[in-house]
């Protein structure tokens, strides 16, 4: 599986960004998606995840109703959609794909990633 994220940027707080992360290489429905994200000095940390089939999504607590995360079908894509943006957001994002269709949170349960796209927040 290849991931190819898209779509970061420098945004004000408050404001909205886009990412997707285009994959190729596995039968679509096969394998569940997952957003990650690492802030300078910390852990890569989970932000959100979808399953194979759409049908389980998770959030970070701290996402939660800010963040949604979607599969575009047509064009074999995760994006993640980010409102509401604050600093603490600044980061790193990475997309993920685990092998099997069952959404997890952990990324030790993911074998694949993309190269990551910066998200800045400024207040």
């Known amino acids: 599986v290849q991931l190819v994220e898209s779509g970061g940027g420098r945004v004000q707080a408050g404001g909205s960004l886009r990412l997707s992360c285009a994959t190729s290489?596995?039968?679509?429905?096969?394998?569940?998606l997952g957003w990650f994200r690492q802030a300078p000095g910390k852990e890569r940390e989970f932000v959100a995840s979808?399953?194979?089939?759409?049908?389980?999504?998770y959030y970070q607590d701290s996402v939660k109703g800010r963040f949604t995360i979607s599969r575009d079908n047509a064009r074999r894509a995760v994006n993640l959609q980010m409102s509401s943006l604050t600093p603490e957001d600044t980061a790193v994002y990475y997309c993920?794909?685990?092998?099997?269709?069952?959404?997890?949170?952990?990324?030790?349960?993911?074998?694949?990633w993309g190269q990551g796209t910066q998200v800045t927040v400024s207040s």
């Open positions: 993920a794909a685990r092998d099997g269709p069952v959404a997890r949170t952990a990324k030790s349960a993911y074998q694949y």
């Open positions: 979808i399953s194979g089939s759409d049908a389980t999504i």
């Open positions: 290489g596995r039968t679509w429905d096969m394998y569940a």
